[in-house]
């Protein structure tokens, strides 16, 4: 009771009860005694054991010397930039070996914030990562399943020095922005980096088996395993490519040094043991993933036969391989794996042949042999990419089985916290479904759900019909369409088509079929990633002002431009105006589409204020005042995702006597009230802007109205919970406010006697009171319930006398009432 207790006070959805029941608690092993070592030794003796077992040195020593760099440097380190990296540092985090966690830095930083400024320029002058900030306190935890006695068992999680984390972010960051800026990545690596996913990676994947298939050509395709990639990352593979990178000298010179002297430590309570690393980038290095990449990137943009496709999801490779014969097939494959090889030998990187394993797309019989330096390599009927399991004839049952097994742990997991008539709320179960549950059966759903056939949809439904019933409370005979349309919950198959035909057109840019919409993906605003400008690069501080810029108004040496978007029933319109010496100079105004937002208007008024104001001449300073906070925001942010923002970021810091200051809105101030009446004549009367596209809101609610109609559709030409269908013959998102007891007694799948005949369950569909046991008997007839008793509506308004008793709270609660107290005294309307 006290369990059950606990569950039901629970008074948010991801409190101490969604931790306990979804959340698996991992804790840090104990220091083992390995297969190798003395039982009868210290444990700072086992300990020492375990990193050289782990962190095994290099068969050739790296030399660290820097050839001469001809790469001019990068600048300093911009104050704003730290200051970024800084506020951004998550909390809750363990600290490293020195103690000093996040919070500790934010506060100091805040209180004195020329200290870190000082010491990261410093440090990248001298071209110098100190020692004390390169050593890595190690966590040790066990991966499941594993012998305890064998150091492969371990899975080493490294915590940095906070500080030294900053500076690391804080290189990574300008190594980052050279790779992306001078296009030195192929655009076949799909991990680490911005505007790349597990979406465009499988898309790009099955494009090619997809295509060769259509030309009628036999695909291989080869999934190759490395093995501990990251921890085996040789320091001499990543500083060569560095220096062929034509990274700015000082940065390449600042890793050069962080790869140098590295240390490991493991605690014990008889002191540490340590061991210089010599190799990789642990788990937990800010750096690992993009040295991972450079390096990564060298067998990515090998020549590669025409009939050979290779990609990378960082160390996951895939090779596909198309050809006309088998024989030709074995040939090609066999010589993509030794120039593969070939690259893993350079680099000591070993292949795991056991987890290496190929997939056939052919009608062939006989199954190519394929073999990696003598080893077999297996032939597999699916093999899981990124998470998504793909098979030899892409139908995607082997995935839905799959996420259906992951599905069952999570529906036990619910099941913990949430009972028939105990637990957590209906509304927190709801929410638990759509953001935990519903996100993991949505991944990658744009390679597999996008057209989904009718074995996917039965198999999809019986996976979320288990999750229906515990968030509803309702009896398991209930229909699952009804249960749908109670909740708000879309059919599962629909839900995710959904979610495929977005990532289709928006983040792919791949069209849908014209049925679906005639919308474009180049109609559409595309999400600004990566850096425009360099990461030092930021306003100066006095240019954005968040206070009330009304002060500014009244100096005569100042130009003050007003900007406003408007939305109405007419449209949407964007407008600015120009006050100098209390005379109106100037005016703009546009009719935007009738589709895009308010903000998309705010932001088109700013950006054309700005390049009003950066064609003044340079003596004229210009403050331009913005009644839109969210808008002043993005546009000082230089990694906003908005294009327009990036835009007008740019102008203003080739502007600086360009000032953006937030007005308050609808407060009798003359400039903002005219640009607002400005923009709101501009929604009838305005010239016509065709420079903004269609906001991402426009697509997602357009998709979403056609996956209502299609469900809608669905639910009127279905055949089952009609009983439901009578009373909410319409479909919608929201969720009904019904309790348990509501579902329970206008489904009638419940304690009803002829429910329980109906089923099977009973030998008669009588009440003990004598009369038929229906729900409307109960209702309205009943003896034993005549304290909730509602008056019986004659045969033929039936109906509408339900659907009135479901729109009414108070009927409601009799309802409920009844339910309630059949369910406590079963025994009394058993038949006689």
């Known amino acids: 009771m006290g369990w059950r207790k606990f569950c039901s006070a629970a008074s948010h959805p991801y409190g101490k009860q969604y931790k306990v029941a979804f959340r698996k608690s991992v804790f840090p092993s104990q220091i083992p005694y390995l297969i190798n070592g003395d039982p009868k030794g210290s444990l700072q003796e086992a300990a020492q054991n ?46 490293g070996i020195d103690g000093i966690d996040n919070l500790l830095i934010k506060i100091i930083h805040k209180r004195f914030n020329n200290i870190f400024p000082t010491l990261f320029n410093k440090c990248l002058h001298l071209s110098c990562f100190p020692d004390s900030l390169k050593i890595r306190n190690i966590i040790l935890f066990q991966k499941g399943g594993k012998d305890q006695r064998l150091a492969s068992s371990y899975r080493p999680i490294s915590l940095l020095p906070t500080i030294g984390k900053v500076l690391e972010k804080l290189m990574t960051q300008r190594l980052t922005y050279h790779l992306e800026s001078t296009n030195s990545l192929n655009d076949r690596q799909h991990g680490f980096r911005e505007g790349k996913s597990v979406d465009t990676a499988i898309n790009e994947l099955l494009r090619n088996i997809k295509t060769a298939r259509r030309d009628g050509k036999h695909v291989l395709v080869l999934s190759i395993d490395i093995k501990g990639a990251f921890d085996n990352l040789q320091h001499r593979a990543i500083l060569k490519t560095l220096d062929a990178s034509a990274c700015p000298s000082n940065i390449n010179r600042l890793f050069h040094s962080l790869l140098q002297n590295r240390k490991v430590t493991l605690l014990t309570p008889q002191g ?78 070993v292949i795991s042949t056991e987890k290496t394993n190929y997939i056939l797309f052919s009608k062939m019989v006989r199954s190519p042999k394929i073999t990696w330096n003598g080893y077999k390599i297996n032939r597999v009927k699916s093999f899981k990419y990124l998470g998504i399991h793909v098979d030899d004839r892409l139908n995607w049952l082997e995935h839905i089985n799959k996420q259906g097994e992951k599905a069952i742990k999570m529906q036990q997991n619910l099941k913990r916290i949430a009972g028939g008539n105990w637990g957590i709320s209906q509304i927190h179960r709801w929410t638990l479904y759509k953001t935990v549950i519903e996100r993991m059966l949505a991944h990658g759903s744009s390679a597999w759900c996008l057209n989904p056939t009718f074995k996917m949809k039965r198999k999809l439904s019986s996976i979320q019909r288990p999750f229906l019933l515990h968030i509803s409370g309702a009896y398991r005979t209930t229909p699952t369409a009804a249960l749908q349309t109670i909740l708000g919950i879309p059919p599962l198959h629909m839900q995710l088509q959904f979610e495929a035909r977005f990532t289709s057109i928006y983040r792919l840019r791949i069209p849908l079929p014209p049925f679906i919409t005639d919308t474009q993906p180049h109609d559409l605003e595309m999400k600004a990633t990566g850096w425009s400008t360099h990461p030092s690069e ?37 407008a600015f105006c120009v006050l100098t010496n209390d005379i109106w100079a100037y005016q703009w105004s546009a009719k935007l589409n009738d589709n895009n937002t308010v903000f998309q208007a705010e932001l088109t008024a700013l950006h054309e204020a700005v390049i009003y104001a950066s064609h003044l001449p340079n003596h004229n300073t210009s403050n331009i005042h913005v009644d839109n906070r969210a808008s002043i925001m993005a546009s000082s942010n230089s990694k906003s995702t908005n294009a327009t923002a990036r835009k007008i970021f740019k102008i203003l810091l080739s502007n600086p006597r360009i000032k953006v200051s937030w007005v308050k809105a609808h407060a009798g101030n003359i400039g903002n009230e005219r640009a607002d009446q400005l923009a709101k004549d501009a929604t009838q009367h305005g010239q016509p802007y065709s420079h903004t596209k269609l906001p991402k809101p426009y697509i997602k609610g357009l998709l979403r109205k056609r996956m209502l109609e299609e469900w809608q559709t669905s639910w009127k030409n279905g055949d089952t919970g009609r009983k439901i269908y009578n009373i909410m013959p ?34 008669s569909d009588y009440c003990s009171c004598g009369g038929i046991g229906t729900a409307l008997h109960y209702a309205t007839e009943c003896v034993y319930t005549v304290s909730w008793h509602m008056r019986k509506p004659a045969p033929n308004f039936e109906q509408e ?6 729109n009414n709270l108070f009927s409601r609660q009799k309802i409920r009432g009844i339910i309630k107290f059949m369910s406590e005294n079963r025994d009394l309307f058993r038949p006689p």
């Open 730 to 763: 319409s479909v919608s998102l929201r969720p009904t406010n019904w309790i348990r007891e509501d579902v329970i007694f206008f489904s009638q799948h419940g304690p009803f006697p002829a429910y329980l005949k109906r089923f099977h369950l009973s030998d």
């Open 272 to 349: 540490r043991a340590t061991k210089e690393q010599k190799q990789g980038c642990p788990q937990g290095s800010c750096s690992g993933p993009a040295l991972w990449n450079l390096v990564a990137n060298e067998i990515l943009n090998q020549v590669w036969p025409d009939n050979v496709h290779i990609q990378a999801f960082a160390d996951d490779f895939v090779l596909v391989i198309k050809a006309d014969t088998n024989k030709s097939l074995v040939e090609d494959t066999q010589s993509a794996i030794t120039q593969f090889s070939s690259w893993c030998s350079e680099n000591e990187l």
């Open 801 to 806: 006398w339900l659907k009135r008793v479901a």
């Open 538 to 574: 930021h306003l100066k501080p006095n240019q954005i002002s968040f206070e009330d810029g009304e002060a500014y108004i009244a100096r005569k040496d100042i130009i003050n431009i007003f900007t406003d978007g408007s939305k109405t029933e007419h449209g949407v319109g964007a």
């Open 50 to 95: 375990i990193l050289d077992q782990i962190f095994l040195s290099p068969a050739i020593p790296t030399n660290y010397n820097l050839t001469t760099s001809t790469q001019p440097p990068d600048p300093p380190f911009s104050p704003q930039e730290i200051s970024a990296i800084i506020e951004h540092l998550p909390s809750g985090k363990a600290p």
